[in-house]
């Protein structure tokens, strides 16, 4: 018979040995299947609502999972994959441009177009496919930019965080977000590594995936002010000069002349100088009704329509500080300086351009390399307990955002 400290010591070389043979699977292995099940869990939640979905605009009742998961924008993707985009635009009775495919870049629903020529399939199976394999590819390379930062255990439990996330759910259905993720995280990788020539033709794709082109560019321009004046925060220990400065600076323009070709793009096929921004304003209107887009005035117009002023001007300013104090922390250098810029870049290009709705969360997933911060405990209490609130707020979302609930006006 075994005594307890002997029956102790067992278990403890059992648990080496789990942990050996863990060490010896592959990193990439690992995300897999992270990935993979955390797919299942979703698409169990996606597959529940779908089974007491009632006839809407987009599907009849009880849909299939790819109809289901070809809703909402996948609708417009599938409009612009079938017929491109339109010459002229939609106005209501009043003049005003009315919601239309403008709004949405091109490159996601071009590739499923050309997939859809090659392989014969439908819209739903081929924009699902894509942003299932873009996904597992954002995952993966998720996982090696936090390696540049964090301990192999650290990093692991971050991809978790980032395949269980509240609305991880975009890695399945029909939207550019999967795609355009990749995307923006091999592009900080490259960053991260200092790959500047090697960006460009990367930034130029994500540029016309997802509205970040602004972003991007305003995340170079930070990162060139911070290598002048403190050095000491970047791993290049001299100011930079013309030479050195030359990559990044083109890198910079390239991303910011994207971020303005898809606007004057649409201005040239519809004859209409604000074609893009008058589209993006429809969105808007049921809310506030038609106005010009002022810079940095959304998120004040939108904070009084949701709760009120000087309410809604109070929790901003809060919300805008506690997150200056978060990037501030001592903590959060652990993910690097430049996933700590990026993430004040595209904040501060949300607050000049986009109003605050229901998609505000999904809007917030690029900046998913700060979670990198929240994996920095280690008890496994702590880790249980944050996966297990990310996948309650997964249905929580989909209950509010994705599933149609009658007349909805939470789209996702």
Known sequence: ?????????????????????????????????????????????????????????????????LSFASIWDGAWYRVIA????PSTLPVDAAGHVTENAWAFMPAYPFLVRGLMVLTGASFEAVAVTVSLVAGWGAALVFRRLMGRFLDDGRA?????????APVSAVFQVAYAEAMGLFLLLVALLLMVDRRWWTMVPVVLLLGMTRP???????????????WTIRPSWVREVERPTLRTALPPLVVGAVSGLVGLAWPAIAWAVTGVPKAYTD???????????????????PWIQGAGWWFGQPAGAILLAVALV??????AHPAVRRVGLELRLWGVAYVVYLLAVFFPQSSTWRILLPIAPLLGIVALPRSSGYRVLVV???????????YTCWWVDGYDWTPP
Request: aromatic residues 18%.
């Open 279 to 297: 589209t993006e304003l429809a969105w808007r209107s049921s809310y506030i009704g038609w106005r010009e887009l002022v810079p940095f005035a």
């Open 322 to 327: 506690g997150f200056a104090v978060f990037v």
């Open 82 to 85: 079938s017929n491109g985009y």
């Open 388 to 398: 297990a609130v990310c996948l309650g707020l997964q249905f929580v979302w989909l």
């Open 1 to 65: 018979m075994t005594t307890g400290p002997a029956r102790t010591v067992a278990g403890l070389h059992g648990a080496g040995r789990w942990r050996a043979r863990y060490r010896l699977v592959p990193w990439w292995v690992r995300v897999t299947v992270v990935y993979v099940v955390a797919r299942l869990v979703t698409g169990a939640m996606l597959l529940a609502f779908a089974g007491v979905q009632t006839a809407n605009s987009f599907t009849g009742a009880r849909p299939s999972y």
């Open 156 to 164: 692991t439990f971050a991809t978790v965080l980032f395949c269980v």
């Open 212 to 226: 970040t082109g602004l972003a991007f560019a305003f995340l170079v321009v930070l990162f060139l002010a911070a």
